[in-house]
């Protein structure tokens, strides 16, 4: 066999533009690679990874650079970059998308909405379908069609083939069917790379959107209305919360509901009857531009930052509420947030192990965020996240493996709980070399 090439748009560091292919969202974990591949097609993904297993060069998979902890991203080695393929081809006549791996998520909801329909997928416009679909994907839509992983129906995938190999397979229901299963939740860069994903689409029109905001005075009462609340209404409507640092001094509640303005007053009236709301707002968009208003242009901003993340299962006693409402009041700074996501309606119509996203029965995903600008105030920010999820962490589960943290010393029960030695079967079975490997990815079984 002829020895492997890379092949595609190739940046090293010789190149001025080294600097802008290298660099991810997150500033503050800087890696150099040798070489970046920004593949144009899924020939050069096949190459790409060829030329590093013959080489026995490290590689990591890249799409929309949005890795909390830059798993995308390593030093003096190769990027297999895929955003440069970002085809969409969508069929009327079996309400599917194809959509190439290297679409973000601006891009697939605006190029959908052209024939009014929609994937249940994430609020940011610059975050990767790739990333986010493998490791299961929340959003505005998530309690009425279920994470975007749901909704999946085919992956086109580059996997490792013999000693230092690369063939292209399809992964579905009926082919190579528990690597679809982990493709559903398992998270990305474990298995191989994924050059397109087909997924089932749904139609969408107009939405109505809601937007509350309280002032910190009515933080318990406010939080507390909204999480007995959000996990539990109608199906239709899905909803977040943002409880901001004291010095911001805010909490605003949003959502998304598919159905009349009427209807989502009447909804939402526990949160309009809670405290004294200083800001509220409801109106009836089409669907593109209620993207746009849950798009946060910050997210979509390089910058410095520390995230985590945990599941929660039954709603926050008073205690919780309290450990949440202390650490925003002594937040680094007034970028630092707890977000949280409701979830239950269709993410619960599974069971924990019909895919490999685990956490199908918690009601709330909780994320927990802070920036910065200045070096010196890393550490202090750093720490804030460890602690306040420490502190949180009797009243809460795991962590969704698309908000991945290094510091979770079990992450493979974090992210996958009982669904980990499946996963590991899966990873023995297609990459029993461990050729795709980073330091929280998924261990194949010892074979020789
Ligand atoms: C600002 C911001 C907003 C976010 N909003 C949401 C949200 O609304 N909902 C949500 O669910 N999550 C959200 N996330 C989390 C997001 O889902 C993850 O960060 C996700 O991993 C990003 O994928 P990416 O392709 O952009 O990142 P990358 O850094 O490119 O990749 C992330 C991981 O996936 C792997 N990977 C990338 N492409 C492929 C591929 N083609 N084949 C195989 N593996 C691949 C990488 O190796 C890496 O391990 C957000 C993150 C940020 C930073």
Redesign the pocket.
Known sequence: MKKAKLTGRIVTPNNTAYDSARE???LSIQKYPCIIVFCQNREDVKNALRWAREKQVPF?????????E???LVNRGLIID?SEMKGIHYRQDKQTAMIQ?GA?LGLVYGQLWEDRVTLP????Y???????A??????MLTRQFGL?CDSLEEVE?VVPSGKCGAKIIYANRVENSELFWACRGG????F????AFTFRVHPIKNVSIFSITWGWDDFKEAYDTWQHWAPFTDKRLTSQIELSAKQKGIITASGQFIGTPKKLVKLIEPLLQTGSPTDRQLERVPFIEAVSFFN?PQ??RPLPFK?SGSFVYKPLPTEAIKTMKHYLEKAPNNNTTIWQQALGGAVDNYEPDETAYYHRHAIIAQEYNTSWDRRDEEQENRCWVKHVRKALSPYTKGD?V??PDRNIKNWEHAYYGKNYERLREVKTHYDPFNVFC?SQSIRPFKTH
């Open positions: 991810n969202l997150n990591r998979v890249r799409s929309g650079r949005h890795s909390y830059n798993f995308s895929v791996a973000e997928a994430g609020t940011v610059n975050v990767g379908l790739s990333g986010l493998l490791g299961g994907g929340i959003g975007t995938i998270g990305g860069g474990n191989g790379i994924v050059t946060s997210g979509n995230r969704y698309n908000w980073f």
